[in-house]
């Protein structure tokens, strides 16, 4: 089983809402809990490089300012499972949507990344 699976992905209209799942691969947690695990979504746009969206730990949620107001991130621990609510979604959202350790590269080896699960917002 891979480290990291992401789902939930899809086509919507602009407005539209998601939401997207992640689960970890117990074996893959280094012999931690899933909730030791400071944990992050992250997104690539056509042409763009991976950038940070939200990230939640003990301490709280944090988001970038263009998801901010309108996205959440939750967790269960108890299944290993990492989500993004995304509401009022905008065409510059598109883009293939990961989930990771924050920073990156705790579960599944440094330069790991899952294979992503495509939003595409049309107008």
């Known amino acids: 089983q891979a480290p990291l699976v992401e789902s939930g992905g899809g086509l919507v209209q602009t407005g539209g809402s998601l939401t997207l799942s992640c689960v970890a691969n117990?074996?893959?947690?280094?012999?931690?809990?899933?909730?030791?695990?400071?944990m992050g979504w992250y997104r690539r746009a056509p042409g763009k490089g991976r950038e940070f969206i939200a990230n939640i730990n003990s301490g709280g949620r944090y988001y970038s300012d263009s998801v901010k107001g309108r996205f959440t991130i939750s967790r269960d621990n108890g299944r290993n499972m990492l989500y993004l609510q995304m509401n009022t979604l905008k065409v510059e959202d598109t883009a293939v949507y990961y989930c990771?350790?924050?920073?990156?590269?705790?579960?599944?080896?440094?330069?790991?990344w899952g294979q992503g699960t495509q939003v595409v917002v049309s107008p």
């Open positions: 990771n350790s924050n920073p990156p590269g705790r579960i599944g080896g440094r330069d790991y």
């Open positions: 117990q074996g893959s947690l280094g012999g931690a809990s899933f909730d030791a695990y400071d």
